[in-house]
């Protein structure tokens, strides 16, 4: 119940800017490009982002933070990811201040003979079989990267299993703690997830958004 009443505390708060951002995945999924806005939560003006920077988005993202990634796909921009060379990425990556610019730059220009996989699987039904496909097809995906890809482009039914949602589930005697997320630590604590969004009719995005929120004090993606 506690669990509970967190979230429903933080629905009251920042239900509708949770919604917008909702939709704003749902568009990318749609129309293959959305409008992102981060206010009031960065102080970062609006941009574009299409289903190729969405993916960078969560390579960059991996073993760093949200804001930083989002703050480095602006920086690149739709065209940027998928036509600068090694070096202008890297340039870019390490200005921003990313711990392993050098690696994440190398996988974006790997990623670009990927297209079609990542393209593929947006128009699947089922997150968990997109997700095993991105898992094995693409360098730098481990579930949680696979996860948040999906999400932030439209898919409801997995879980962003980051540092965040993970000690959250451990705070509240969801699961129990571990040195490593293995792959079967990580679907308990989908299924941790899943439980409380069939209590509280809520879809896994929403719950993701909320949770993330009560922990950063932040809506991103």
């Not at 933080?10 to 981060?38: A, H, M, P, W, Y």
């Not at 990542?118 to 991105?134: F, N, P, Q, T, W």
């Not at 932030?152 to 980051?162: Q, R, T, Y």
């Amino acid at each position: 119940m506690i669990v509970q009443e967190k979230i429903l505390s933080t629905r009251e708060k920042v239900g509708k800017l949770v919604q917008e951002r909702l939709g704003q995945f749902k568009n990318l999924s749609i129309n293959g490009i959305t409008s992102f806005s981060f206010y009031p939560f960065l102080d970062l003006e609006p941009y574009n982002a299409d289903i190729f920077s969405e993916s960078c988005f969560c390579i960059l993202t991996a073993n760093s933070s949200a804001s930083l990634g989002i703050r480095i796909q602006k920086e690149i921009g739709i065209e940027g990811f998928r036509e600068y060379p090694y070096n202008r990425l890297f340039e870019i990556i390490r200005g921003k201040g990313h711990r392993f610019a050098s690696q994440r730059a190398e996988r974006i220009v790997k990623l670009r003979d990927k297209t079609e996989v990542i393209e593929g699987v947006v128009s699947m039904k089922s997150g968990r079989e997109a997700r095993g496909i991105l898992v094995r097809e693409i360098e730098g995906y481990g579930y949680k990267e696979a996860s948040h890809f999906l999400r932030n482009v439209g898919f409801e039914d997995i879980a962003i299993v980051d540092r965040h949602i993970y000690r959250f589930l451990v705070e509240n005697s969801l699961v129990n703690e571990r040195r490593t997320l293995t792959k079967k630590a990580y679907l308990e604590c989908e299924d941790a997830l899943i439980n409380i969004c069939q209590n509280m009719k809520l879809s896994m995005a929403e719950l993701d958004l909320y949770i993330f929120y009560i922990k950063t004090g932040k809506v991103l993606k």
